[in-house]
Structure formats: C-alpha cells, structure tokens
C-alpha cells in the first residue's frame, strides 16, 4: 500500500479501524528501513568504513609521535654542534615536517631573533655558511626576527665575524588565511644596511620573494625556500639554555 494513496487530513475514525492499521504497519516498517539506512551509515562514516577511518588515524598518531621523537634529538645535535651528525639532521628535519595538517599559529614566529643553525640546499644563508651542515657552531651568524603584530621582518648574517654584518628589512605577508603547514608566505624587501667596523652603510636593496614555512613551534623552526632549499631556525633564548643543559 502507498502512503502517498491516502488523505493524510483524514482521521482513523473516517479511514476505518483495518485501513488505518494497514497505514500504520507500513509506516513502522518505513521508519525501520530509514533507521536501518542511518545506522549503516555511522558505521561507514563519512570518510568511508570505519576500521579505514581507525587505520588513518593510526598513521596520523603515529607520524605526529615520530615527529614529537625527531624533533627532541634535532634540538640535541644542534646544542651539541654534532657537525658530524649532518646526515642524520637531515633524516630528522624530513621526520619531523612529514605529519599532515600540521597547526600553523602565526604568534609563533615572534619571540626572535631566531638564529640559522642548519641549512640545506641554496639559501640565502648559503652566502655566509657551507649549504647540508650544521652552522650553529660557526663564527658567523645569521638570524631572523619576525614581529607578527607588525608583520615587520629583519633579516642578518655576518661575514667576517660582528665585525662585519649585513641585515635587511622589510614585511612578510601569509598568502591565506589557512592555519595548516605547511604556510605560503610572501615578504618584501624594503632596504638594507651594512655595518662594518662600527659604521653603516646603506645598502639600496628592494625587491619580493616567497618562502614556505614547514614547521613552527616556541623553540624550532624550519623555512623552504622556492627552490626547495630548507633552512632550521631555533630562537636564540632557547638555543642558550639548551646548550647549557648540554654542558651540565
């Protein structure tokens, strides 16, 4: 019997005792089918059966706690200086910036300068420190300092020692609104200076560029240039304490 059929504005004393049963019977099993429906449903879930839901949640747990692993022993090499351990750096940083859906909190950048402590491939860097090594340990040094209220970036690096320095300035933009990494970042170069021997000298530098920020937390951080360069960053408060620790 089709529901549709019949009056609906009708009442069971007009339908008649039998007919209104019949209605009722065939409403009870259609309600039980879409039960049934939605019940098969939840146990698919929306991104398919559930024993594959459970499966990729694994994956994702278990990426996220082999980062969790990566990075405590990157942070080690890097307050060691442990220049031989190069190679395994590298192992590590791909550990750790392998998790999808990885946060990205935009305050994190702040708290700088962060000072450039491994770097592989071309970089900017690569002007002052040996490219695929750790540089923590070398005379010269190049950090960044981001301002996110600001959005201003200072960018420097040393050549000989702080006896000679060269920085840049300029703003850093996200390309979106998105809060997962990794994060498309557009900066501008607004001008320059170099410091030599207590004395500075404009440098007439101006121009736009993008780089990638892979991973970011309070202590470490790791940019990819367009080329695929990658450079490891940690904030230079963070850096002292933890070499301090190494040496206790």
Sequence with gaps: MNVKNFDCSLGRNQLGGSCYQRLESHHRRQQTLILTSRRNSDRRGANG??????FQLFQQFNARSEAKSARNELLSCIAKDDAAK????SELIDILISPENRRFDEKLLGGGPWQVVYTRGAFLWQVYTSPGKLVAGTSNRAAQDFNPSTRAVLNTGEIAGASIQVSAVGSYTPADSSITLPKEV????TGGEI???KKKIPLPIKGNGKFYIEYVDDTIRVFRSTNGGLTVQVREDKLAKLRQKEKK
Excluded at 49 to 54: G, S
Excluded at 86 to 89: G, P
Excluded at 186 to 189: D, L, P, S
């Design 49 to 54: 059966p559930l024993h594959v839901q459970a």
């Design 186 to 189: 557009g900066v501008t170069i």
């Design 86 to 89: 190069s190679a395994r750096i």
């Design 195 to 197: 410091n030599a021997w």
